[in-house]
């Protein structure tokens, strides 16, 4: 028999894929081991540092800075080989076997890693280690004790977690003997909204960590001054930059993937991700204060720790199976009591240790009524009371219903007429706030500083009042709104630069010596504008069409026309398709093709619906095409969505606002630190 007979290359090939399924499987057991040691080596960065820091002892607390990188590499490891099990399509993990299918395409394969509880927790711990881990590379200015106790405070932490996925949510569990073939990923994740919307999520969730942890280490220490404040704000600013991209993401994903047609929906899991975003941009107005006027400490600790727990809540409404919802995990009761004991214990011990240790934080000189730090608490009070009005909102049902033994339902009306009026008055106030002096102002100067903006948008909101068809206040209101918020950040940019006092060479070079962080300020209240600006006009001028239609018919919606030429079934890599060719017409003009499409997961016996959207700067055209009648008929949705693009815009230059004022140098610099004497452990 020749030395490469077919026999041979079939035993070969046999013999190569048994020693893939052995090295396979003890990549599974290595990953499952590192994170079981990753949890040892928490335990022990949770107290060496805090016994070294209270004890002055040097090597304990340098012990900090070197387990927390152990922790993060060991945790990374495991998560690198779960990502590897699933693009091998190992399914001898019972993970990779519930979530994954060997057709699926290679992105979908990756992100089906976090697209399930166990594997999106992995993500959730390995973020929080790596924010541990950032500290320890670089907290080089940060004072000894101070950065010894903030890295054991977020391996507490750690412990906590790892200990419920070892425990509760093992990754790594084995499936014997292994299916042959994976039941496939919910077809709603197939996305790359998706694929990328839990990873900053996460990164913004557990980015919160790293501000309560520097709270429980100033509580401990019973010390808050400026340069805490300072290192603080850049991990605050960090989460809500990434917390705003993650939310985003998810809006966006909704408003294409669902096929609804919104953007926003007040779901639970909504809500979940919102209230954080929502402390942690009162917590960065905040600690300005702290840093400028040490004033607001014990405040500013409070914002602090508040932003991390309701991180929690969010976890535990995403995770526990107590609130249904198209995003939540529906996991048993028994997880879910896990984490509520987490969440007792976390948020419960740094409340008590606020209780015990606030009244040794001493605040600094008075300020006036009219003044900047008015403002700016003006500002926390708003938006604390909208997060107490969706907590409310989110959890009443679920408190009702336990009382009471009724299902409630709380909707888009409550939280409309709730939350909205003060958005409206935070609005308003926020050029006054940022243009007022610190210490202590007069309201004229600040109010003939801004008679000019306010004038422009007043007239800008009545144009659009007289030149619209139809149509609600909303639009002009919002226009008007939107318009003050934006003018009034550059042109407080402009007034620092003495824009008309001085030479235009003069206030350009001023403009350029301003600070990052004042740039970044003015970008991201800008980007709230436009935020406002699109939410206002799709709410206000949005229209609607839905009606049956043939292959050929053609018919008008919102000053457009649309042709239902061709509906064709098509295979894709794990699903089949109905996609629809639609035609729409402007002036009699093609303006677009649009393509939208009804699709079928065999695997998951799941139908899914594609919208076909042309964007526009100025309109969005929405179609969505739903199932066939049996005699020819096709349902079909038309919407004309005014100025849509613009909430996701707004939302960018928001972000990029954070990002331009985090490459701020103070930031990178911080605050010097006297270096205390320390002695060896005994």
């Known amino acids: 028999m020749p030395p490469y007979a077919p026999e041979h290359v079939c035993h070969f090939d046999l013999l190569n894929r048994k020693y893939a399924r052995i090295l396979q499987g003890m990549l599974n057991e290595i990953g499952h081991f590192a994170v079981i040691l990753a949890f040892a080596v928490a335990i022990a960065q949770a107290f060496v540092p805090l016994v070294g820091a209270q004890r002055n002892w040097a090597g304990w607390m340098a012990f900090g ?22 693009v091998v399509s190992d399914f001898s993990l019972s993970l990779v076997a519930a979530n994954s299918h060997s057709a699926k395409p290679m992105l979908y394969k990756v992100t089906g890693v976090w697209g ?25 200015g940060l004072p000894a004790r101070l950065k010894a106790r903030v890295l054991a405070v977020q391996s507490m932490i750690a412990v906590a977690f790892l200990a419920f996925l070892i425990f509760t949510s093992n990754p790594f569990t084995r499936q014997v003997p292994p299916p042959l073939e994976g039941r496939d990923l919910n077809p709603l994740l197939q996305d790359p909204g998706l694929a990328f919307h839990p990873p900053f999520l996460y990164l913004g969730y557990v980015g919160l960590s790293m501000s309560f942890s520097f709270a429980v280490a100033a509580l401990i220490e019973g010390r808050v ?35 609804w047609g919104g953007w926003w929906f007040w779901d639970p899991v909504e809500n979940a991700s919102f209230m954080p975003w929502l402390i942690a941009a009162a917590l960065l107005h905040s600690a300005i204060v702290v840093e400028k006027r040490d004033t607001l400490k014990s405040w500013t600790i409070l914002l602090a720790l508040l932003g991390f727990s309701f991180s929690l809540i969010g976890t535990f409404i995403v995770r526990s199976g107590v609130i249904t919802s198209v995003h939540a995990f529906a996991n048993d009761p028994e997880r879910g009591r896990f984490i509520l004991w987490i969440l007792c214990i976390v948020t419960g011990g740094a409340l008590t240790l606020y209780a015990l240790r606030a009244h040794r934080l001493q605040s600094g000189p008075a300020f006036g009524f009219v003044s900047r730090e008015s403002g700016l608490v003006i500002n926390n009070l708003l938006l604390i009371v909208a997060t107490v009005v969706v907590f409310v909102g989110t959890l009443w049902p679920l408190a ?21 009026p003060f958005m409206v008055a935070l609005i308003v106030v926020l050029p006054f706030g940022a243009m007022l002096p610190w210490k202590r102002g007069k309201a004229r100067v600040t109010v003939r500083n801004l008679r000019g ?29 939107a318009a003050w918020l934006v003018m009034g950040a550059f042109w407080d940019l402009l007034l620092r630069a003495r824009i008309g006092d001085v030479p235009p060479s003069a206030a350009w070079r001023r403009l350029q010596k301003l600070p990052r962080s004042d740039w970044g300020k003015a970008v991201a209240h800008a980007g709230l504008g436009l935020v406002v600006f699109g939410i206002a006009s799709i709410t206000a001028w949005e229209t609607e069409d839905i009606r049956v239609a043939r292959i050929g018919d053609r018919f008008s919606a919102g000053g457009y026309e649309f042709e239902l030429r061709t509906v064709n079934d098509v295979k894709g890599p794990n699903y089949v398709a109905e996609i629809a060719t639609i035609g729409a017409y402007r002036n009699d003009k093609e303006i677009a093709i649009l393509r939208p499409e009804r699709r079928f997961y065999p695997v998951q016996r799941m139908p899914t619906t594609e919208a076909a959207i042309d964007m526009g700067l100025t309109r969005d055209l929405y179609v969505v095409i739903g199932g066939d009648r049996s005699d020819g008929v096709w349902t079909m949705r038309t919407y004309i969505k005014p100025f849509a693009n613009w909430i996701w815009i ?31 452990a005994e």
Do not use: C
Not at 118 to 132: F, P, R
Not at 650 to 679: E, F, H, K, N, Q
């Open 453 to 481: 903006v306010a004038a422009l948008s007043v007239a800008l909101g009545i144009f659009v009042w007289s030149v619209q068809t139809g149509g609600r206040m909303l639009a002009p209101v919002g226009l008007m709104l």
């Open 116 to 140: 399930n509880h166990e594997g999106s927790m992995l993500l959730w711990i390995m973020i929080l280690t790596l924010y541990g881990a950032l500290v320890a590379w670089f907290g080089q």
């Open 400 to 420: 009702a219903e336990i009382v009471t033994g009724r299902k409630v339902s709380v909707g888009p009306p409550f939280f409309n007429a709730a939350f909205t």
């Open 225 to 259: 001054d400026a340069a805490w404040a300072r290192w603080v704000r850049p991990w605050a600013l960090l989460a809500w930059v990434t917390l705003t991209i993650g939310i985003t993401l998810g809006s966006w994903w909704a408003y294409y993937e669902l096929g």
């Open 65 to 86: 800075a070197a387990a927390a990188s152990v922790q993060f590499f060991l945790v990374a490891l495991g998560f690198g080989i779960l990502i590897n099990a699933f």
């Open 650 to 680: 707004g939302a960018i230059v928001m972000s990029l606002g954070g990002v331009l004022s985090l490459t701020d140098r103070r930031y990178r610099v911080g605050a010097g630190a006297p270096r205390a004497g320390v002695r060896p």
